[in-house]
């Protein structure tokens, strides 16, 4: 099943990295989030990318482009004959990634709208986000779409608190404190979706339209959109907070993605 995963946006909320490169080459640790996110999917046997370009995506395209020379270490040979020689390999040689150019100012709908044609007739396909990590079991997760029978079914998750959350009694003491919570009886759409080659049906072909709105609400409407709930890790990268967050939990060795 291919798996396409949105990298076209601006990342304005995390605009100390944006300016200068797209928010899924932000790096989490010495890889950009987007390999992350890939290497979730690579370990569930989902090796086939496709990647709906836009905000500096010759930045992407040049790092898959060169992707040995980004892994591996290597011997040039600098005579009249000049060569290179890699060594040691890397994980990912069995990866298929297309890079699909779907416009700098357009809107997720239309970004999928215009991958369609690298998407089998009558196969259903993943979507997901290009700046979000979770432990979400992707093999449950496409079980349980194939289960509801419905055009689409989405990631369902608790949102990460911003802020740290207080309990404080009516004396002024504070009795809890926790750290960025969980808002435990709110959902929302944490990406990591699967979609039946319907879906393509209710993306228009117009870029000013957002996954999130219009199609999402007519799913709805028809009865169409499914939901997996997931209790798990759960975390988006919007801010700068937030990117330092999922570093130091990959540095430390504690990152819950990290499955593969």
């Known amino acids: 099943m291919k798996v396409v995963i949105l990298c076209g946006g601006k990342g304005t909320r995390l605009r100390e990295e944006t300016e200068y490169r797209p928010k899924p080459m932000v790096p989490i640790g010495n890889r950009p989030i987007l390999w992350h996110i890939m290497k979730t999917y690579a370990h569930y046997g989902h090796k086939d990318f496709v990647l709906c370009l836009g905000y500096k995506g010759d930045m992407i395209k040049d790092y898959f482009r060169n992707y040995l020379w980004n892994t591996c270490d290597v011997t040039l040979s600098l005579g009249q004959k000049p060569a290179a020689r890699f060594h040691h390999g890397h994980g990912e040689e069995d990866w298929s990634v297309t890079l699909a150019d779907t416009g700098e100012n357009t809107m997720t709908a239309h970004r999928v709208k215009q991958i369609q044609r690298y998407i089998p007739e009558g196969k259903p396909f993943m979507l ?3 700046d979000g990590l979770a432990t979400i079991d992707i093999k449950a997760l496409v079980a349980a779409h194939k289960k509801s029978r419905k055009v689409c079914t989405l ?12 309990r404080i009694e009516a004396d002024g003491r504070i009795q809890t404190f926790s750290e960025k919570p969980q808002f435990e009886d709110a959902h929302v759409n944490g990406g990591y979706m699967v979609c039946e080659h319907r879906m393509f049906d209710y993306l228009p072909d117009d870029p000013t339209v957002m996954l999130e709105r219009q199609p999402m609400e007519k799913l709805v409407r028809d009865g169409q959109l499914n ?3 997931h209790e798990g890790f759960w975390q988006p990268m919007d801010t700068y907070q937030e990117t330092q967050h999922l570093n130091s939990l990959w540095a430390a060795g504690n990152a819950p993605w990290k499955v593969w």
């Open 128 to 130: 997901t986000y290009g």
């Open 155 to 166: 990631s369902a998750v608790h949102p990460a608190g911003r802020f740290g959350a207080l």
């Open 227 to 229: 939901a997996y709930p």
